[in-house]
């Protein structure tokens, strides 16, 4: 007798536009390819052992069940005292500041808890990738503005700038919440106080919010400053500031970050996270508050990337690849158009491809950062490496 097999009835895709994410794709083809990645965002190198320690004597120390929902009591209170010591706002730990699992997450929920379906969201592209989908399963409509583009005299992409006027142009009664990163993925860029100035005054007669994504805030370079919403009173009465203790700390497979807001709006967050997440990893938030208690962790961070990013700069120069400017984050974007090659006038995603399978590095294209295809000619490598993995890929790109 032969079964009939079981068929899965059809259903509509909440988000019909989303495939394979491209950081998936070039990390699969430079394994295939043995090609040394540069495309994916995450250290090569090892986190520090005391850090692992403070974790363990958590563990041992039995903080292996449910922690609060909100968060470690322990670690809020450090959160709360490092961003009082850098930027002068004082968030109440038990009502204005929550523990994620991870950057993204704290974005979803941020999203999730003050977009209804038919409000308006800004978000200003290049952006990261998880901004519009969270957006989309909250019922929101995006409206999608581009960082102007600078070319200098031979055309090639020298900077990237904010829209002031576009954005002025798009904030109207429906815009619920305008989302902002600095130090900006994929760009480098970084916001200046001045910008943040011309933010508040733009929004100060609005009843938008404001997402500040912030995970890259330790790592600003050649002695400038991290220049955060809560070091700006009108803007840190409206926003939602999300950071990642991932990025600062070399660990992003442990997912842990938090977002800081004023009370009103922690509270509606907080709705939604107890029951998309709930918690958080005991042992990891009590090694991370034990860690925190020490600011050079997270001080001596600029310069650490810096390090990193003069060393794989100045390999750089021995290519035929334009570096443009990097004074954030620990990525670094180059112009490819210029080179005396066939393969320079490939679309980004083509070139990078055709960069991991032939030249054996793997980046990522910044177009992919865009919801319509936007090829500069730009694309995106990370140097949060070991230097010798730096090294052996600045070797292959000189061949280009």
Not at 37 to 60: E, H, K, S, T, Y
Request: net charge negative; glycine share 6%.
């Amino acid at each position: 007798m032969t079964i009939k097999s079981a068929l899965t009835p059809p259903f509509p895709s909440r988000l019909p536009q989303v495939g394979t994410t491209v950081f998936t794709v070039m990390s699969a083809l430079a394994t295939e390819h043995q090609a040394i990645n540069l495309g994916q965002g995450f250290p090569d190198f090892p986190c520090d052992r005391n850090l692992i320690a403070g974790v363990n004597a958590a563990m041992l120390a039995d903080h292996n069940q449910y922690p609060p929902m909100i968060g470690v009591s322990d670690l809020r209170h450090a959160i709360s005292k490092k961003i009082s010591d850098l930027y002068g706002h004082q968030y109440d730990p038990d009502t204005e500041i929550t523990i994620t699992a991870g950057g993204t997450q704290g974005i979803l929920t941020a999203i999730l808890c003050c977009v209804s379906p038919g409000d308006e969201v800004i978000i200003i592209e290049p952006a990261y990738d998880s901004y519009r989908p969270s957006i989309e399963l909250a019922g929101g409509k995006v409206i999608s503005l581009a960082l102007t583009i600078q070319r200098d005299a031979q055309g090639l992409v020298s900077s990237y700038e904010i829209p002031w006027q576009h954005l002025a142009d798009s904030l109207n009664p429906k815009t619920r919440l305008l989302i902002v990163n600095s130090p900006h993925n994929p760009t480098g860029m970084v916001w200046q106080k001045a910008d943040l100035d011309r933010l508040a005054e733009l929004l100060k007669n609005t009843n938008t919010l404001l997402l500040s994504d912030e995970v890259y805030e330790h790592m600003v370079f050649d002695g400038a400053k991290h220049h955060s919403v809560a070091s700006h009173p009108p803007l840190a009465a409206r926003s939602f500031l999300i950071s990642s203790f991932g990025k600062t700390y070399h660990v992003t497979g442990w997912k842990v970050g938090y977002v800081a807001a004023p009370a009103l709006m922690t509270a509606e967050f907080r709705k939604v996270h107890q029951f998309n997440v709930f918690t958080v990893n005991t042992p990891m938030q009590y090694g991370l508050a034990a860690y925190l208690q020490e600011p050079n962790h997270y001080l001596q961070l600029p310069d650490f990337y810096q390090a990193k990013r003069d060393f794989f700069r100045q390999g750089l120069e021995s290519t035929k690849l334009k570096a443009l400017p990097t004074p954030g984050t620990y990525f670094q974007c180059v112009d490819y158009s210029s080179l005396n090659i066939p393969q320079s006038q490939l679309n980004e995603a083509d070139f990078c491809k055709w960069l991991t399978m032939e030249i054996g590095v793997a980046a990522i294209p910044v177009s992919a950062f865009y919801q319509e295809t936007v090829n500069s000619g730009v694309i995106r490598f990370c140097f949060a490496k070991k230097e010798q993995t730096l090294e052996e890929a600045l070797k292959r790109l000189q061949s280009l």
